[in-house]
């Protein structure tokens, strides 16, 4: 199995495909699908470390762009849960992501509820722009932080080949 795993790193880190998988792997990990990015960057990142900088902007792109979608599709679906009651849980929800505004969108990085709150901030109309710069930011620190962690801090767990 680490045979396989190292050799689909590989395949992954070739200059032709690297970078551009790191984009679409972010891009759909973002979404409401259930899967994560990270590995695919620290997989370049390990295998190619010159490409640190260039797999943290594309990865950032791919994934604040997946957040955008889920905005999106946030505010298409808004009328059609207009009728729906609200429970007092979601009510407070609402109002805290509606009182920090497109802040909010800064936290969309974190697992489980990160994609649906970009999504409710577009069901809830909050400006475009400044929820996808936020949102950015935050999937720019958590890229960050968690690649130069996982090479720099321990160094020697992950290896391959």
């Not at 979601?90 to 969108?105: D, F, P, S, T, V």
Request: with cysteine; net charge positive; charged share 10%.
């Amino acid at each position: 199995m680490d045979a396989w795993f190292a050799d689909v790193l590989q395949w992954l880190a070739l200059p032709q495909f690297g970078l551009s998988t790191v984009f679409v792997v972010a891009l759909v990990s973002a979404t409401l699908l259930p899967m994560g990015s990270e590995p695919a960057v620290f997989g370049l990142v390990k295998l190619n470390p010159e490409l640190f900088w260039p797999a943290i902007a594309v990865a950032t792109l791919g994934n604040a762009l997946g957040g955008a979608i889920n905005w999106w599709m946030g505010y298409g679906i808004k009328r059609a849960y207009e009728s729906y009651k609200h429970s007092a849980v979601q009510a407070r929800a609402l109002a805290w992501l509606e009182h920090l505004g497109a802040k909010a969108c800064f936290f969309t990085f974190l697992p489980i509820i990160g994609d649906p709150l970009a999504t409710v901030a577009g069901w809830l109309k909050l400006p475009f722009w400044p929820c996808f710069l936020w949102g950015a930011l935050g999937k720019f620190l958590r890229y960050v932080v968690m690649t130069a962690g996982a090479l720099w801090l321990w160094p020697g767990r992950f290896q391959f080949g």
